[in-house]
């Protein structure tokens, strides 16, 4: 599920408008098989974790911010 958030981005200095708020599994599910499984424990912690605070990723210019909620 993707999420669109406005936020001060450090990077343009200014309110920017940051996606995200997704976790990556495709990219873990890949990760996981590439380290035997030991992968799965950390795609759990950040899953576990990304209810908290969420990666969001700027718009305009590219950089990824920790926001909560
Ligand atoms: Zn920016």
Redesign the pocket.
Known sequence: MRVQKKSH?P??NEQ?VFSGGGVNHWLHGILSVMTFGFWAVIWLYITFFSKRAKNYT?D??G?TIMLTG
Do not use: E, I
């Open positions: 981005c990077s343009c920017s700027c305009t210019c950089t």
